[in-house]
């Protein structure tokens, strides 16, 4: 009877002991999912279920903010969902701030991101509606305030490609396709300087071989010796007309909305990455070239500052215009080719 009593007493110590065990990790799996935590609950607003479903989590830079559920199909064909969020991330409610439905095409499995805007909003209410992005008013949202993407790199991907999409859409505000435009008259400007840089280059030759025509010595008369000097000079012209030729190609080709988007996101990169980048490296080419001749100029005396200055307003020409090819967005669009640095020439002595 001593064994069997002790016997009981062992087996209701290990019973209790796994209970406590399973109960307290049942408490710690809801306390770490918040299960007690206050939850503020707001309107979300998406153009379809597809990858919907009870409990979605809506994540915030990797955290888990809130989740959604009870998901409706209304009257004017939208889908709606109550959106509730935990507590402590109520300052990120502001009106500045859209839904992107991102799902994983491996697992397939579709998380809720929420995206913010860079600047500060102003404080929703419970209750507010907050639109996913594939709704028109988070479009609207999207642009208004610059909401940038924050996910993977495939979520990215397709967030960027989304985005111009509905830049080209006629359906969207007056605005709608205002940074291709943008882009555009880039381009354009681009090209006129180019065209400007060329003119002063040509109205140099002329300066110089006028010069060389109405003296047979002095300065002109050294320069007279160095025939090499003026075909280098032709030369450089020469590279300069082809890259305005090359840039005119590129705004045609990109004049034709039917193909945009795929040439923005061509990964062989022929009908425009390419070509822009062949523009550089032309313009990269013109840099040691004048640069040899404001060297020998400076080497001369100070009759010919009159040249000096018109090379340096061409130098200048081409300082603006490798800012404006640096800054375009078409050319920065997932490629490096923007972050190439070009080298400058050497700043001439004063």
């Given at each position: 009877m001593s064994k069997l009593?002790?016997?009981?007493?062992?087996?209701?110590?290990?019973?209790?002991?796994?209970?406590?065990?399973?109960?307290?990790?049942?408490?710690?799996?809801?306390?770490s999912e918040k299960v007690f935590s206050t939850k503020l609950k707001y309107k979300a607003k998406f153009s379809d279920a597809t990858g919907l479903?009870?409990?979605?989590?809506?994540?915030?830079?990797?955290?888990?903010?809130?989740?959604?559920?009870?998901?409706?199909?209304?009257?004017d064909n939208n889908?709606?969902?109550?959106?509730?969020?935990?507590?402590?991330?109520?300052?990120?409610?502001?009106?500045?701030c859209i839904l992107y439905k991102s799902t994983n095409p491996i697992t397939s499995v579709t998380?809720?991101?929420?995206?913010?805007?860079?600047?500060?909003?102003?404080?929703?209410?419970?209750?507010?509606?907050?639109?996913?992005?594939?709704?028109?008013?988070g479009k609207v949202l999207q642009r208004q305030h610059s909401i940038p993407f924050q996910g993977d790199a495939i979520g990215s991907?397709?967030?960027?490609?989304?985005s111009i999409l509905d830049e080209l859409s006629p359906q969207m505000s007056d605005s709608a396709g205002a940074s291709i435009m943008d882009s555009f008259a880039a381009l354009d400007t681009t090209f006129k300087r180019i065209n400007s840089i060329v003119t002063n280059v040509d109205e140099t030759m002329v300066m110089v071989k006028d010069g060389l025509k109405s003296s047979k010595g002095g300065v002109f008369g050294g320069l007279a010796k160095v025939d090499d000097l003026m075909t280098e000079l032709t030369a450089t012209t020469?590279?300069?007309?082809?890259?305005?030729?090359?840039?005119?190609?590129?705004?045609?080709?990109?004049?034709?909305?039917?193909?945009l988007a795929i040439k923005m996101i061509d990964p062989t990169g022929e009908n425009f990455l390419k070509p822009v980048q062949k523009s550089l490296a032309s313009v990269n080419e013109l840099l040691p070239e004048i640069n040899r001749l404001l060297v020998y100029t400076n080497d001369q005396t100070t009759n010919i500052s009159l040249i000096q200055e018109k090379i340096k307003k061409v130098l200048?020409?081409?300082?603006?215009?490798?800012?404006?090819?640096?800054?375009?967005?078409l050319i920065n669009f997932n490629t490096d080719v923007g972050k190439k640095k070009v080298e400058q020439g050497k700043k001439r002595p004063r």
């Open positions: 009593k002790y016997t009981k007493i062992f087996v209701t110590v290990f019973i209790a002991v796994a209970v406590i065990a399973v109960a307290g990790l049942t408490l710690s799996i809801l306390i479903k009870g409990n979605v989590p809506v994540i915030y830079k990797g955290f888990k903010i809130g989740y959604i559920n009870d998901i409706e199909l209304a009257a889908v709606y969902a109550d959106l509730l969020i935990y507590e402590e991330y109520e300052k990120l409610m502001n009106d500045n998380n809720i991101l929420f995206l913010t805007g860079t600047r500060k909003g102003n404080v929703l209410k419970q209750g507010a509606l907050i639109p996913g992005f594939d709704t028109y008013e991907l397709m967030f960027k490609v989304e020469k590279n300069a007309r082809t890259l305005m030729v090359t840039i005119d190609e590129t705004l045609v080709n990109y004049k034709k909305p039917d193909s200048d020409d081409f300082e603006v215009t490798l800012e404006i090819l640096n800054r375009n967005p």
